[in-house]
C-alpha cells in the first residue's frame, strides 16, 4: 500500500457509523474493527481517516449482507483533510465502498465524491468513481 502525499486527521473509531457510497445493496455501515493498525496502547481505539481499510457489520441493507462483517475502504469523512498544497477539503458525510478479500470493489458505480487520496491507494477503486475530489 502506497503512502499519502496529505495530512489525514483521522478521526473515525470504531462503532462509528457510516454510509455505503456504492450500489452493492448495503446502506448503512458500523464501524468493527481497523484492519492493519494497532496503536500500541492497552485500551486506546486507533483512530481511522480516508483510504483505510475497516471491518464493519451491514446495518441496513439486502438479507445477503445484513449483519454480517465486511471488509470497506473510507472514502469520505467529515472532518478536513489538509492537502500538501494547504488546501484544505471535508465532505458532508462519513462514508465508504465494499470490497473484497483483494480489495477490488463489490459494486460498479460509486455515489457521489470521492477522495483523491483513496485513488493514490487503490487504483482499481478510481475506475467505479463518479467524481473525484
Known amino acids: 500500500m502506497k503512502g ?4 489525514i486527521t483521522k478521526t473515525l473509531v470504531p462503532g462509528a457509523v457510516l454510509t455505503c457510497a456504492d450500489n ?10 481497523i484492519i ?5 496502547r ?3 481505539m486507533s483512530p481511522v481517516g480516508v483510504g483505510d481499510i475497516v471491518s464493519c457489520s ?6 445477503a449482507y445484513l ?3 465486511v471488509r470497506v475502504i473510507v472514502i469520505r469523512q467529515k472532518q478536513a483533510i489538509r492537502r500538501a498544497s494547504g488546501m484544505r477539503v471535508k465532505f458532508e458525510d462519513n462514508a465508504g465502498i465494499m470490497v473484497g478479500d483483494d480489495n477490488l470493489p463489490v459494486g460498479t458505480e460509486v455515489k457521489g465524491a470521492m477522495a483523491r487520496e483513496v485513488v493514490e491507494r487503490f487504483v482499481k477503486v478510481a475506475g467505479i468513481a463518479s467524481r473525484i475530489v
Open 4 to 7: 499519502v502525499a496529505s495530512h
Open 24 to 33: 452493492s445493496g448495503a446502506y448503512e455501515f458500523r464501524m468493527i474493527h
Open 36 to 40: 492493519g493498525k494497532t496503536d500500541g
Open 42 to 44: 492497552h485500551g486506546k
Open 58 to 63: 451491514v446495518r441496513k441493507g439486502t438479507a
Open 67 to 69: 449483519k454480517k462483517p
